[in-house]
């Protein structure tokens, strides 16, 4: 759904629950887990319906076929092999671990390489020691610059005068970490950050930060209220991921539905425009009644 620019091109997908139809692409469109073969007898012949990930996946399992069936003639099922498009109108399920030693030594890195690339030296921070705590505030220093779109963003600060080094890590604009890497910094003064705006594929510069803002403070802070409110905020935190990424979803659609539309139109424009837009729309708007209903 957010479709990130990547520096490597992959086709991993994201893996949803055991129990689902579909994983998730990395574009965020549903995919399959597996090809669906079903067949049924009917007298003689046996009647197969496949239902594959691609072209390329269905040959192959009509090659397979045919060395159980040699005299099939695959080719002939080749030529009418449909390519079909459809909006899936049941939530997908996914399973999301928010704690556990190598998820909090993940953040734990993040910030440490942050600091190291900003000329942070890592003698100057403890091992980790499992300080890190799910950051409990609903806003924080990026909110305000990112009300309309999903963020990444990472804040340091180390000052020897108070003798701290703490960062702070926002994944998907829902969850917050707060990271002490030492409680006895005698480093340089550093103060650093950086937010990525993943709906424009694009990094957040000229953010302003308060000059007073003490990582300390909000570490002690939400270190004795640790069990307060945190679900709570969490909660919102994704309803609001949530609410802006169907948004972004409606929004791509409907673009992706106008571009196809245009497409058909300039291959045969003797066509009704109307028409052939209500046409590739009609699904959509069909979908979106259900999930009403």
């Not at 703490?166 to 910094?185: F, M, S």
């Amino acid at each position: 759904m957010l479709n990130p620019s990547r520096d490597r091109q992959t086709n991993l997908t994201f893996k949803t629950s055991s129990n689902e139809k579909y994983d998730i692409s990395l574009n965020g469109k549903p995919v399959l887990k597996k090809p669906q073969i079903k067949q049924e007898k009917n007298g003689d012949h046996i009647h197969y319906k496949i239902i594959s990930r691609s072209r390329a996946e269905a040959n192959q399992i009509l090659k397979n076929i045919k060395k159980k069936y040699p005299n099939l003639d695959i080719e002939s099922v080749k030529n009418n092999i449909i390519s079909s498009k459809e909006y899936i109108n049941e939530g997908i399920n996914i399973d999301i671990k928010l704690g556990g030693e190598l998820f909090l030594k993940a953040i734990y890195k993040i910030i440490l390489e942050y600091y190291i690339e900003n000329g942070g030296n890592p003698k100057n921070t403890e091992l980790y020691d499992k300080n890190i705590h799910i950051f409990a505030l609903s806003q924080f220093i990026f909110d305000k610059y990112t009300k309309d779109t999903i963020n990444h963003g990472i804040f340091i600060k180390g000052d020897p005068k108070e003798k701290y080094l703490i960062g702070y890590v926002e994944l998907y604009k829902a969850y917050r970490y707060i990271v002490l890497l030492d409680d006895n910094y005698n480093g340089d003064y550093i103060e650093s950050y950086y937010c990525y705006d993943l709906f424009n594929n694009k990094q957040l510069d000229n953010i302003f930060i308060e000059p007073n803002i003490n990582l300390k403070t909000l570490y002690e802070k939400n270190l004795k209220n640790l069990n307060n409110n945190i679900t709570n905020s969490i909660k919102d935190n994704l309803n609001t991921l949530l609410f802006l990424l169907l948004k972004r979803q409606h929004e791509m659609v409907l673009n992706d539905i106008i571009d196809a539309s245009i497409k058909k139109y300039t291959d045969n424009p003797s066509e009704d425009f109307t028409k052939i837009l209500m046409s590739n729309l009609t699904p959509y708007i069909i979908s979106l009644i259900k999930n009403v209903e």
